[in-house]
């Protein structure tokens, strides 16, 4: 079948070598794969179709008719991370944090560098990101929105709440200042960082008073918790998300399979890429050799722990907590935890209806069906079988708009 030229163009310059933008599709559009992985149910369809009007998805079937043919590949619903930090980026010196030794960063300077990280995200095929700890996300959220920048749907914190010292009345304060603001999701923190060790640094009154008024403002509380004790007072303070884990326990687990809440366990990138990339995070404040030395022990442990995690049947969307260096490289989380026990097509899953399911929109993204919105990735291969295939990402379509390489 010949397509329409406009149609042929936006696939071209998806697939092959046009300067990376957001290219206007038609009103309707189909497109045929050789496979279509819906998301959700684990079963691959061979020979589909997926047209996209106005916006939203319209159909899922057997291909028939005239369709744009993407050929060997698989259609599947754009990847979802739900742990970045978009923002974090090394400096005009190649190091992280501005130095006093080093070139003072220029606005145009930091804004070009989160562009980029913005570009590699979501040519990586992650279309959404949950985005903890930036105040200055509520213009990256909107740039990217009305399409004057090119990179996945924000999902924001709009800063980071650190109980300290406060009171439950201020920290319940602070959750409706962030929520006036225009916040997502509120970030917390239950424990220190694992270049700390780790420990429990807030009492069950403070948690209890931060998720609670989360609750109560109709928002989710997603929280920072590395050892047991941290993680069973944010389960007991009714939070929604548990951030890294890397201490959790049998103990810990239970807690959270119990409760029901979401783990987001971070073990293929994050620590990893910090140790790859030591010598431009050294020096900035627990970035210090004893810190790293943390890290580099956590790292052998971490997969051991997301597999008695897994056995117990917790939820666990996929999340990196990608960092300066990292942004790009998401789908890493995946292909370790496939090392580490769970089935290819289960790391999907965990990337997309389970992921939308987390972040409170599990009605309109995370799969290929009738009403979704059209975040739409292929990629080379058959990433049910072979993960591998996540880092051949051939088209993508963001927030109904082909995306040029």
Known sequence: MRMPVVCSLLVAAAAVGAPVAALQAPASMTFRAAR??????????????????????????????????????????????????????????????????GPRETPEQRDAAIAANLKATLMAGFTTVQNLGSRGDAA????????????????????????GTRTPDQLREAVRASKTAGADVIKTFASGSIRDGGKLSVTQEQLDAVCGEA????????????????????VKAGCHQIEHGAL??????????????FFDPNIGLVLQNYIEN???????????????????????????IFKKALDAGLRMPLGTDAVAGAHGQNAREAFVRVQAGQRPVDALISATSLAAESLGMGATLGRLAPGYLPDIIAVSGDPTVNIEALRSVRFVMSQGKVIGR
């Open 36 to 101: 279509v992985f819906d998301g959700v149910t684990g079963v691959l369809h061979r020979n589909f179709a997926v047209t996209v009007t106005n916006g939203r998805i319209t159909f899922v079937g057997p291909a028939e008719g005239d369709a744009i043919d993407l050929g060997d590949v698989t259609l599947m619903p754009g990847l979802i991370d739900v742990h970045t930090h978009i923002d974090w980026h090394f400096g005009p010196d190649g190091r992280y944090g501005n130095r006093p030794d």
């Open 278 to 304: 030591k010598a431009k995070f050294i020096g900035t404040g627990s970035y210090t050799d004893e810190g790293f030395a943390f890290m580099e022990l956590a790292v052998p442990t971490l997969g051991p």
């Open 215 to 234: 609750r109560a403002q109709g928002l989710r509380a997603v929280v920072h918790a590395h050892d047991p004790d941290s993680i069973v007072t944010a």
């Open 248 to 261: 959790a326990d049998d103990r810990a687990i239970a807690a959270m399979k119990a409760a029901g809440v």
């Open 140 to 163: 990256l959220r909107a740039a990217v929105a009305d399409g004057t920048l090119v990179g996945p749907r924000i999902v924001s914190s709009l800063g980071q709440l650190q109980p």
